[in-house]
């Protein structure tokens, strides 16, 4: 069960990132309408990186080791722009707006993540 929380999280966590690369980067459009289409890319988003993005990542270790851990931005842009290819709701034009959305959607989900770790530790 505690693998369904963590999905959950990573679905709100991915949620909020969303929203927030739609309001503060130019070219970076999360079409929210209907709130079901914001619900449903960030449903996406959050499935692309529990199941595609661990088996790039494990395929191209090497290369991440090799970059100290840099080339996993690669990899997250990468996951958002196959976002925008298999999702109609989430429109990124240009590779500034990709780079940018890739940021502050990293940096987001590792804060979110942090705080929850650190709010909910077992002592």
């Known amino acids: 069960m505690k ?3 963590h ?4 679905y709100f966590s991915n949620l909020i990132a969303l929203i927030l690369s739609g309001q503060f980067i130019a070219g970076f459009t ?11 890319a960030a449903a996406t988003f959050t ?8 088996v790039l990542k494990m395929i191209l ?7 100290l851990g840099l080339f996993t931005l690669v ?3 990468g996951m958002l722009y196959l976002l925008t290819i298999l999702s109609k709701n989430v429109i990124i034009s240009g590779t500034e707006p990709l780079i940018y959305g890739t940021l502050l959607i990293t940096g987001v989900n590792v804060l979110l993540h942090f705080a929850a ?5 077992k002592d």
């Open 117 to 121: 770790k650190s709010l909910f530790k």
């Open 61 to 67: 270790s090497p290369v991440i080791f090799l970059t």
């Open 30 to 40: 999360v079409v929210s309408s209907p709130f079901d289409n914001l619900l449903m």
């Open 75 to 77: 990899i997250n842009a």
């Open 7 to 10: 999905l959950v999280f990573s």
């Open 3 to 5: 693998w369904l929380a």
């Open 47 to 54: 499935l692309i990186n529990w199941f595609i993005r661990p």
